[in-house]
């Protein structure tokens, strides 16, 4: 079961590596927010179908919900970056480990550890330094559908613990085509340029459908906690791509706000080890 953990944890950090270049090709798209989930998810889900070779769609209870939880995720998740900051978009999102925490309780019965209530508080404070320089306002609208988006993170992370019958890898699949048929009146509001569709294509190919083959095949064999910390490494490795790319110095705020959620997350993977 270690062995199938450890792979779980290089699962879920290439997880994040993929998501964090989400920022940098996102620029390259100049269309309507909703037209590229859309199109994201149209491409992520034909990546899946190829991984799955032959789909079994067990559309149990389980699975049909969870699949429209991923689809709010990303729909609230592009609409909150429509009408909030980036910061505050991705800040709020990440409060997703608080609901982790609750919703593990209530349907997964788990006890949570003072230990894993301790790291989420570091990880919280370590966000909201690393963010602290470029946090506004906002808008109340845009700011309430961002929260709503680290509900519906934690609520996938739930409902793959959940599922039972199947891959898990179906229920994304499923979420992206939901997605895909949302997004359609959209499509028609303008064209994509040549750069518009090579960052789409990325966007669905690596930063979507590769991605959450391996966060899904992952969550199986990590706690709910884990599902959650983990992947807070990709806003952390966003100003790592602009700084390679623009050579961006980010400023002291977000380096030591990074530093903390690096360290708690390290200590207690450390600890569960001993």
Not at 12 to 31: D, E, Q, R, Y
Not at 99 to 113: A, G, H, N, P, R
Not at 217 to 231: F, N, Q, R, T
């Amino acid at each position: 079961m270690e062995k199938y953990r450890k792979k779980a944890i290089l699962y879920l950090v290439t997880a994040s590596i993929l998501w964090s270049i989400g920022g940098l090709f996102i620029k390259l798209v100049n269309w309507n927010p909703m037209a590229i989930a859309g199109a994201r998810s149209g491409i992520a889900a034909i990546v899946m179908f190829l991984y799955l070779k032959k789909p079994v769609m067990h559309l149990g209870k389980t699975k049909l919900l969870g699949a429209c939880t991923y689809s709010s995720l990303l729909i609230f998740f592009v609409t909150a970056n429509k009408l909030t900051t980036s910061a505050n978009a991705i800040l709020l999102q990440f409060t997703a480990p608080i609901w982790v925490v609750l919703f593990s309780k209530i349907f997964l019965k788990e006890k949570i550890k003072k230990s894993d209530l301790a790291v989420i508080v570091f990880v919280m404070l370590g966000m909201t330094l690393f963010f602290i320089g470029d946090l506004g306002q906002g808008t109340i609208v845009g700011n309430f559908i961002a929260i709503l988006s680290g509900i519906s993170m934690a609520g996938v992370v739930i409902f793959l613990k959940l599922i039972k019958d199947g891959s898990p890898v179906e229920m994304t699949f499923l979420g992206n085509i939901i997605t895909f048929i949302i997004a359609i009146p959209f499509f028609f509001q303008s064209v994509p340029s040549l750069n518009s569709i090579l960052g789409i294509l990325i966007l669905g190919i690596f930063q979507l459908g590769v991605s959450y083959i391996f966060y899904t095949l992952a969550v199986k064999y990590v706690s709910p906690i884990e599902a959650i910390l983990i992947p807070v490494l990709e806003p952390l490795l966003n100003p790592f791509w602009v700084f390679l790319f623009t050579g961006e110095i980010p400023g002291t705020y977000a380096f030591i706000g990074g530093l903390i959620v690096l360290t708690a997350i390290s200590v207690r993977e450390l600890c569960i080890k001993k």
